[in-house]
């Protein structure tokens, strides 16, 4: 990403460092999520801890649930900044904004600048990378890793120039040790389908056959593979290999399943508010079939899609892996716009900002309506954002403006109504989103730092609460004299009710003690 700023012109290199606004800006203003955000930040703060970098565990017990190099990360941006939200999401912040980086170069140099800077701001104000690019998981840095393979893997194909396959390779054996496996199937089967789709795929065979690139991928993966095998033997290959490899292709993990269709729905939202462009990429098919470049990138999206949508395990984050080819594919679009297409992006911005600004209303209301006692404690008691109207009015004010504005191209006018849109998601709904799901967990959290003893997570998965308390919280119920984490509607329906002393309590959340054991009376 330097080297790209380096070269950049002055105002170019403005755009390049303005892209990492909405990753960086407010990054440590909400609490982190539970159960992802605050498994993978507590396993990184113990590893930081226990200075043991071989390895991960949660709450004290082996994690085998991804491989180290996001660990890795966030536990140096711990050690060096300390145990804050802000510093445990700063790799992936990072890792989102020198892919947009890297997306605009690509582009440039492939199609031109306008179609570079379409690409950058279509990734950098999506709301499916704003999401991930801003949470302290493994996901943007596979990103990063599958974006730069992909972009390195097409300049091969229409170069032949070794470099750029090494260079791929590289990447490869980073998102091997970032997630797994996924980080070969995907560039591998794209490039086996690419060499299928033409009758002579010579360049495809080279790249997929070329010893260099293996030995990269061994040379940065295999060690540390091995390390994890030797230490924990069969363990490790069940708990990484078998489940959280293959039983989440052969079976629903954790009750996230969902039809064949998941993606095709789910994949319009992820893309707010630039849906619009993906009619028009469906639309010219035959077009970008034509294109070597755009083939290539319509295959490996097509593969992820259909191989996702296959898997039985099925998360919205799946579908990101696709988003570079996608956003180039995209941009190209979007620099042939007509009267209809820009219509429609016109249609999904303004889409897009309602929905924004009316989410906080509808889901204090829809809280207080649902039977789960828990989310109508939890959603229902919530205050609306500050400034509420006035977020609306100045946002809709400036889409107003930029709508009118007739001194600057639609190009210009659009990708600033989407950094409007970036902005005000990142600004002001990620906070209040975060306020109102976690808050809670947090001030419980830092409020049992001021009782002493040990704690525990009683029938509640809520990872954060180790993070902000800087100890393992193991999951079992409490012995007595022990500090629990619990939900507050099972408090007055738990036949051990009068066992425990309520220390602090605020909508869904609790804080309890179980009272000692009196003498001679067994617990």
């Known amino acids: 990403m330097l080297e790209v700023l380096r070269g ?46 071989g390895h991960t565990t949660l709450n004290g ?26 510093a445990v999401r700063l790799p992936s912040a990072l890792c989102a904004w020198a892919l947009c980086v890297a997306v605009a170069k690509f582009a440039c140099t492939q199609w031109g600048r306008a179609t570079g800077g379409w690409a950058a701001v279509l990734l950098a104000s999506n709301l499916g990378l704003l999401v991930i690019g801003r949470a302290s998981t493994a996901d943007a840095l596979l990103n990063l890793c599958l974006g730069l393979t992909a972009l390195d893997l097409c300049r091969h194909l229409m170069t032949g120039s070794a470099w750029p396959l090494r260079r791929a390779a590289l990447w490869v054996g980073i998102g091997v040790m970032t997630k797994g496996p996924v980080a070969v199937l995907i560039p591998g089967a794209t490039l086996c389908l690419w060499w299928l789709s033409y009758r002579d795929g010579k360049k495809a065979r080279q790249a997929l056959s070329d010893l260099w690139s293996w030995a990269i991928v061994l040379v940065v993966a295999a060690p540390w593979y091995l390390y994890a095998w030797g230490r924990h033997g069969e363990a490790f290959v069940n708990g990484f290999l078998v489940k959280h490899n293959l039983e989440r292709f052969s079976s629903a993990m954790e009750g ?46 097509a593969f992820v899609l259909t191989f996702f949508s296959l898997s039985d395990t099925k998360l919205p984050h799946y579908a990101l892996y696709a988003f570079v080819p996608l956003a180039l594919l995209m941009a190209r679009q979007a620099v042939q716009h007509g009267p209809w297409l820009r219509a429609a992006l016109w249609l999904g911005l303004g889409t897009w900002l309602a929905l924004l600004t009316l989410l906080p209303w509808l889901a204090v209301t829809l809280g207080r309506r649902t039977d789960d006692p828990f989310y109508r404690a939890l959603l229902g008691g919530a205050p609306l954002p500050g400034g509420h109207w006035l977020v609306v ?24 109504a989407g950094v409007v849109c970036a902005l005000v998601c990142v600004a002001w709904l990620w906070p209040w989103v975060g306020e109102v799901l976690q808050g809670p967990t947090r001030r419980a959290a830092w409020a049992s730092v001021q009782y002493s003893g040990s704690a525990v997570q009683w ?43 309520v220390l602090y309590k605020e909508r869904s959340v609790a804080l309890v003690r179980r009272k000692a054991a009196a003498d001679g009376q067994t617990p």
């Open 393 to 416: 009015a100045l946002a809709a004010g400036l889409l107003f403006w930029l709508t009118v504005d007739r001194w600057r191209s639609f190009q210009s006018r659009s990708c600033a």
């Open 459 to 501: 029938d509640v998965h809520w990872p954060s609460v180790g993070y902000y308390r800087e100890q393992p919280v193991p999951r079992r119920p409490p012995q007595p004299g022990e500090l629990a984490f619990v939900r507050a509607d099972r408090l007055t329906s738990h036949p051990l009710r009068e066992d425990f002393d």
């Open 8 to 53: 950049a012109s002055g105002r170019s290199r403005v755009g390049l460092l303005l892209l990492g606004v909405p990753f960086l800006l407010c990054l440590g203003t909400a609490p982190l999520f539970d159960v992802d955000e605050g498994a993978f930040a507590e396993a990184s703060r113990e590893m930081w801890a226990s200075a043991d970098f």
């Open 61 to 86: 017990v082996d994690r085998f649930d991804k491989p180290v190099a996001v660990y890795w990360l966030q536990a140096l941006a711990i050690g060096l900044l300390g145990p804050g939200e802000w």
């Open 256 to 301: 996230h399943a969902g039809s064949v269709l998941y993606f095709v729905v789910l994949l319009p939202v992820l893309w707010l508010p630039w849906t619009g462009l993906l009619v028009p990429v469906l639309a010219r098919f035959r077009d970008q079939w034509t294109d070597p470049v755009s083939r290539f990138l319509v295959l490996w999206a």
